[in-house]
């Protein structure tokens, strides 16, 4: 299992410092912590802004010592893909750009999470907007496909999305939608916030394609007073059979105070779970 952290390409960018500069650091800070790889956001390939930001982006990445070898914050809330205000060419084109330069980095997955973007609006039919889902992700899956980018679409919790909130709804998208670019993550925090069974990891199985995790209270891993049940989480990585794919990732998405500080130690705390579950 690889571990990696979500955070943006400037989290430790100091004053009137370049992008590359900040890159830099960042790298050889997460390297240094036992990082495997760095989740970037979508937001950071500037899709919708100067292309100028995006190459400096990619040069500064060419001899980083780890990889981007996710992106999460796909779609932006601007760009609705559920209720009566859809216009699904004018995102598939954000979304062609977006896996473009996503590639051109060398990403090999993006989360299709995307809250703002898809949470069902008020008084909008749900079946309606389920099915607008599943047509998105039927016309993205073969631009995601073209540019050899895996979608892995995230349910969230239900304080934060009305449309896929559980590991088995959206393995009903990946079923409805039958492409083989598009299949689903499994975000502990967000399963734990509902108590979804962990049983749902398992029965995902080969359609599980990518993993977050957070402590208790969505804080750093190994801090919370009352520890998330990362053992219970891991087995059943393990069960499903995706802990022993060659993609099989698994990366921290929650606050942390300081990675400097912090990062080291929570790997350590998330290898020594893994390896005694």
Not at 48 to 59: A, R
Not at 171 to 182: D, Y
Request: charged fraction near 25%.
């Amino acid at each position: 299992m690889k571990f990696g952290l979500c955070c943006g390409p400037t989290a430790l960018a100091q004053e009137n410092e370049s992008l590359t500069a900040s890159v830099t650091r960042l790298m050889d800070v997460l390297q240094d912590a036992g990082a495997d790889y760095v989740e970037f956001p979508v937001a950071a390939l500037a899709v919708e802004g100067e292309k100028s930001t995006f190459e400096e982006l990619k040069s500064a990445l060419q001899d980083a010592p780890l990889k981007v070898e996710a992106m999460n914050g796909f779609i932006p809330p601007h760009h609705r893909i559920t209720g009566p205000d859809v216009d699904i060419p004018k995102v598939l084109s954000f979304c062609d750009e977006a896996l473009s330069r996503a590639h051109q980095i060398g990403v090999p997955v993006i989360v299709l999470g995307s809250g703002g973007a898809r949470k069902v609006p008020d008084g909008f039919e749900h079946a309606t907007a389920i099915e607008q889902f599943n047509q998105f992700c039927r016309e993205l899956g073969p631009v995601a496909e073209r540019h050899d980018v895996r979608i892995a679409i995230e349910p969230l919790n239900t304080r934060e999305d009305n449309l896929i909130n559980t590991v088995a709804q959206g393995e009903q998208t990946v079923k409805a939608v039958n492409h083989p670019h598009i299949k689903v993550l499994a975000d502990f925090y967000h399963m734990f916030a509902d108590n979804e069974p962990l049983s749902n990891i398992v029965d995902a199985g080969p359609d599980l394609w990518h993993t977050h995790l957070a402590d208790t209270g969505r804080i750093t891993a190994g801090t919370a007073e009352e520890e998330a049940d990362f053992h219970g989480f891991f087995k059943a990585l393990k069960n499903s059979g995706y802990a022993a794919q060659p993609y099989a990732h698994c990366s921290f998405e929650g606050r942390i105070q300081s990675i400097t500080e912090q990062a080291k130690p929570m790997f350590a705390f998330l290898r020594k779970r893994w390896e005694e579950s």
